[in-house]
């Protein structure tokens, strides 16, 4: 098998399901990238803007930009760091908390429509799949 057909095949999907994704959390107010750095605060709530981005796999420049606009949008705070004067800690807002509830909602929904015609064996296959180019 030619393998452009991979990469031909994975970049069409990965595409739909972002299309698909931006399209829905834009309707709710969001980014793409920023349920990302929402569940990642669920989980880390007061974590530094360093540690974010390599969380979330972003260059600082590129966090600095998002937390910008998630702020505005009253979705974080920036709070003076304990242990360094210079960095700030980052946490969610009630707001950024009930965003992050209705982005996963809409995660699910696209993920179900997208497998809707999948039977369980061939998730847990595909899944693995999934698994295993990740590893390689």
């Given at each position: 098998?030619d393998?452009?057909l991979?990469?031909?095949?994975?970049?069409?999907?990965?595409?739909?399901?972002?299309?698909?994704?931006k399209?829905?959390?834009?309707?709710?107010?969001?980014?793409f990238a920023?349920?990302?750095?929402?569940?990642?605060?669920?989980?880390?709530d007061g974590?530094?803007?360093?540690?974010?981005?390599?969380?979330?796999?972003?260059?600082s420049?590129?966090?600095?930009?998002l937390?910008?606009g998630?702020e505005?949008?009253g979705?974080?705070?920036?709070?003076?760091?304990?242990?360094?004067?210079?960095?700030?800690?980052i946490?969610?807002?009630a707001?950024?908390?009930?965003?992050?509830?209705?982005?996963?909602?809409?995660?699910?929904e696209?993920?179900?429509?997208l497998?809707?015609?999948?039977s369980?064996?061939?998730?847990?296959?595909?899944?693995?799949?999934?698994?295993?180019i990740?590893?390689?």
């Amino acid at each position: 098998m030619d393998n452009s057909l991979l990469r031909d095949r994975a970049m069409r999907a990965m595409k739909h399901y972002g299309d698909l994704i931006k399209e829905r959390l834009a309707g709710a107010g969001l980014t793409f990238a920023q349920p990302k750095v929402l569940y990642s605060l669920i989980k880390h709530d007061g974590i530094t803007q360093r540690e974010l981005a390599e969380q979330c796999y972003v260059d600082s420049t590129t966090m600095s930009r998002l937390l910008d606009g998630m702020e505005q949008k009253g979705l974080i705070t920036r709070r003076d760091s304990d242990d360094c004067r210079r960095s700030f800690s980052i946490h969610i807002t009630a707001s950024g908390r009930e965003k992050m509830t209705k982005a996963g909602i809409i995660m699910q929904e696209v993920e179900e429509q997208l497998l809707k015609d999948f039977s369980e064996k061939e998730k847990e296959q595909f899944f693995d799949f999934l698994g295993r180019i990740e590893r390689a």
